[in-house]
């Protein structure tokens, strides 16, 4: 089992920028693939970013949502456990809860939050406009 926690959300101006941060605890050991997800009111949570590890070497595969591409940027530290998303240029839309995940090896749609096993608690991201 893996305990995830979340951290550095808040509040931001458009253009702005926030860096969130995920600790992972417990059974930190096994390859886990590590994405966030986004939920904001009255909508279905959002993939956003995952970055998987190889089992075989360090060697990380990330892919991003569309809508952040180009403006959030994903890095994983393994001796810390722990993984960041650097948010840039934000814009009113990424207003969310932001969710750490954790899929047990390599989930079959990445994109897919039911395919994650384990969730931190969520963080708020406000952009104001």
């Known amino acids: 089992q893996v305990q995830l926690v979340e951290s550095g959300g808040g509040l931001v101006q458009a253009g702005g920028s926030l860096r969130l941060s995920c600790a992972a605890s417990?059974?930190?050991?096994?390859?886990?693939?590590m994405a966030w997800f986004r939920q904001a009111p009255g909508k279905e949570r959002e993939f956003v970013v995952v970055i998987s590890k190889s089992s075989i070497s360090t060697y990380f595969s990330t892919y991003y949502a569309d809508s952040v591409k180009g403006r959030f940027t994903i890095s994983r530290d393994n001796a810390k456990n722990t993984v960041y998303l650097q948010m840039n240029n934000q814009k009113p839309e990424d207003t969310a809860v932001y969710y750490c995940?954790?899929?047990?090896?390599?989930?079959?749609?990445?994109?897919?939050?039911?395919?994650?096993?384990?969730w931190g608690q969520g963080t708020q991201v406000t952009v104001s406009s």
């Open positions: 995940a954790a899929a047990e090896g390599i989930p079959q749609r990445y994109s897919d939050y039911r395919y994650y096993q384990h």
């Open positions: 417990g059974r930190t050991s096994s390859p886990y693939t």
